[in-house]
């Protein structure tokens, strides 16, 4: 088993909680399922949702980005709820986006915008359960996380789509709310469904991601006659297994093998083989780089990457926040479906934009009882009331707006949708069936998804 222990950095949020992480290459104990009961899921999944060859990217605004100030502009309701910014015109008719993203607005054809979904809480801990793993059930009192991420389950699933390749990437780090995996993790299903971490800025002069890199002193021969008196030892045990679990200890220990020793992961985690153009066109920032090596990371094999966009929570100073954090979301974003569109890969991968919940649609006075009250900066505080989530690729009709609130934002007025519809909508785009259930902790099968279904309009051919 490779073990690389990560940097226990974090970061703190309005709650006051932050959180130190490790992650592990390597098997961990198989979770709810061997190796010939997760074979035959895998088909049963195969069947239902049909073979794809399909993979996500996930943009996480973890702290939670206001839907009033991106999506769902409101211009016509009172100035301390309509904002700042106006609204422009995108290139589909009676589809209008804050002017903060004029990028976003050129090829809005090209993705849609889900404007109802809510799950009614403003508890950061809850809200970023609910939208990453479908259930509640924890709070700031109470927050480490109890089910599975929706993307652990899908990479689960379907493994990378190319061998060599981590299915499920977090860059650089899998962080909710200052919790790290938190909500990404794999939970019950293992620690080796967490997401494989990248740890360092691709934006920096040096990027390098240190889990793919072998101990100073251990060469690919010594590792090559370690794996080699490993598998000596194991055959004897493999001999009295009846379960599957010492074949699927090997085929994991192999994932991990071939990703330290082989070119395709090394290769693809290497931007700076990028054109310098493409890179400025992304943005040359975290965020910017951290997109553009996500579209390196599906076109190479795998199958779920989250690039986390952390400082969302802008209880004050929100016009400053908005005006830091939005064009570097518009560049990103609108760069990465036009690389796609032009690379032919737009069908094949669904961008997802969202965080825990969306922002009160009322402007408050200077921040939630904080220092800014003194200092006189407007901002806007938790809602999970309505939140809005862009869905752009993986057979998603663009142009579409699904779902309305109304006058003000604050509440779904059409088609009011929940996390789950979602899930079932990602879930049906990779093929992975919404009716597996896996064991927990406590022995209990649990659903993958227990509620919603798959947005239908949202995708071509449904």
């Known amino acids: 088993m490779l073990r690389i222990d990560a940097d226990t950095s974090s970061q703190r949020y309005c709650d006051g909680y932050s959180r130190r992480s490790f992650l592990q290459v390597g098997m961990a104990g198989m979770g709810s399922l061997g190796l010939p009961a997760l074979l035959q899921a895998k088909e049963s999944s195969a069947l239902a949702g049909g073979k794809k060859d399909t993979s996500v990217i996930l943009i996480w605004l973890d702290g939670g980005p206001s839907h009033h100030d991106t999506y769902d502009p409101k211009p016509e309701a009172p100035a301390d709820y309509a904002g700042i910014w106006r609204p422009i015109h995108t290139n ?86 200052g919790l790290r995996p938190g909500y990404f993790g794999g939970n019950y299903l293992g620690t080796q469904y967490d997401p494989f971490q990248t740890e360092s800025d691709a934006n920096a002069a040096n990027f390098k991601v240190r889990n793919l890199d072998l101990p100073a002193n251990l060469s690919i021969n010594r590792l090559n006659d370690r794996r080699t008196l490993q598998s000596q030892f194991d055959r004897l045990r493999r001999q009295a297994d009846q379960s599957g679990m010492i074949d699927a200890m090997d085929r994991f220990d192999e994932q991990a093998y071939e990703m330290v020793t082989g070119e395709r992961a090394r290769t693809a985690f290497d931007i700076g083989l990028e054109d310098p153009r493409l890179r400025d066109r992304y943005g040359r920032n975290s965020w910017g780089q951290s997109v553009l090596l996500a579209r390196r990371l599906v076109e190479a094999g795998t199958t779920f990457v989250t690039c ?52 009160t649609p009322k402007m408050n006075n200077g921040g939630n009882g904080g220092p800014a009250l003194s200092m006189g900066t407007p901002g806007r505080d938790h809602w999970g009331n309505a939140l809005s989530v862009m869905m752009g690729g993986g057979g998603v009709r663009g142009g579409q707006i699904i779902g309305s609130t109304n006058h003000l934002g604050e509440v779904p007025q059409d088609r009011p949708l929940r996390p789950g519809d979602i899930h079932h909508t990602i879930f049906r785009v990779l093929g992975v069936d919404p009716n597996l259930s896996f064991v927990n902790h406590a022995g209990r099968p649990i659903a993958a998804i227990d509620h919603g279904a798959v947005i239908d309009d949202l995708l071509s051919g449904s």
């Open 92 to 177: 589909v008719p009676g589809f209008d986006i804050t002017e903060m993203f004029p990028r976003q607005a050129q090829v809005a054809d090209k993705f849609s915008v889900v404007r109802s979904v809510h799950h009614d809480t403003g508890d950061h801990f809850t809200g970023g359960h609910w939208m990453l793993t479908g259930r509640g059930e924890v709070s700031g009192a109470s927050n480490d996380g109890k089910y599975p991420f929706f993307g652990s389950i899908c990479s689960k699933m379907t493994g990378p789509r190319q061998a060599g390749m981590p299915a499920n990437v977090a860059i650089p780090y899998a962080m909710s709310i």
């Open 308 to 359: 986390h966009f952390g400082g969302w929570d802008s209880h004050w100073n929100h016009q400053g926040t908005m005006e830091n954090h939005l064009p570097k979301v518009d560049m990103a974003v609108a760069s990465l479906i036009e690389d796609l569109s032009n690379r032919g890969m737009l069908d094949q991968v669904l961008v997802v934009v969202m965080g825990e919940f969306g922002r």
